[in-house]
């Protein structure tokens, strides 16, 4: 309980240039680099990040939007987020997330939701955070429809692993209609893409129309 309440109200610097006040200030989150627009699954050049024809077959998601590498300072932020206690740094990332995409007009933000452990030895879901930071920049409505089933462990799994993991690891949750939806998932980090791929999956069988999906680093 201390260590929450110190990083709750603690102040942090950033990363990069250790001026006091975020994680990751605006300026050096301008200096990461970025990413070149390509398809997630083969590395083909697309535009706007779009998949590729052809991974298009074994895909829902029809874009994949990242900012940057997950190396660095971009590594260091996510790692505060995520076993630091760092919440702070999901608006600095959500913030350039959000700049990234470019939304229609009634598009539903949604988290991928991590392992229920997880969330409670964090304190929080730290997907949760960046959404409702995207929800917030973009005028999206956040909907917390997806349900996480099981505690599987990705960390150190193989691909094939974490696909098989995966298979029946989500549901969407009663009260929400999807029919015909433009849904934008959102994570911290793509690695293999099982856990969105997973995700996306379950949201189209729920009648969502158009599957996206944005992270802040691409492994």
């Known amino acids: 309980m201390f260590e929450l309440i110190l990083h709750l109200f603690a102040p942090h610097f950033c990363l990069g240039c250790g001026s006091e006040g975020s994680v990751l200030c605006k300026e050096c989150l301008r200096q ?16 706007k990040s779009k998949t590729c024809k052809g991974c298009k077959r074994v895909t829902k998601l029809s874009a994949m939007y990242a900012i940057t590498k997950y ?4 590594k260091e932020a996510i790692w505060k987020l995520k076993f630091s206690g760092a919440r702070a740094a999901a608006k600095d990332l959500g913030l350039a997330m959000a700049m990234k995409l470019e939304l229609p007009e009634g598009a539903l933000i949604v988290h991928t939701p991590t392992a229920t452990s997880h969330i409670r030895t964090r304190g929080y879901d730290q997907a949760c955070l960046l959404a409702r930071v995207i929800s917030r920049q973009t005028g999206c409505a956040y909907a917390p429809c997806l349900v996480r089933i099981g505690q ?9 692993q974490r696909f098989e993991q995966l298979v029946n690891a989500f549901r969407v949750a009663g ?5 015909g939806t433009h849904v934008l998932l959102v994570d911290d980090v793509l690695t293999s893409g099982a856990t969105l791929e997973a995700a996306a999956d379950v949201l189209k069988r729920a009648g969502a129309k158009q599957i996206d999906a944005v992270v802040f680093a691409r492994a």
Do not use: F, H, N, W
């Not at 599987?152 to 094939?160: E, I, L, M, N």
């Open 32 to 47: 990461i680099p970025t990413i070149p627009s390509a398809c997630y699954r083969c590395g083909m050049a697309t535009d």
């Open 152 to 160: 599987q462990r990705q960390v150190g799994a193989s691909r094939k």
């Open 175 to 179: 009260g929400y209609d999807l029919q």
């Open 71 to 74: 190396e660095g300072y971009a």
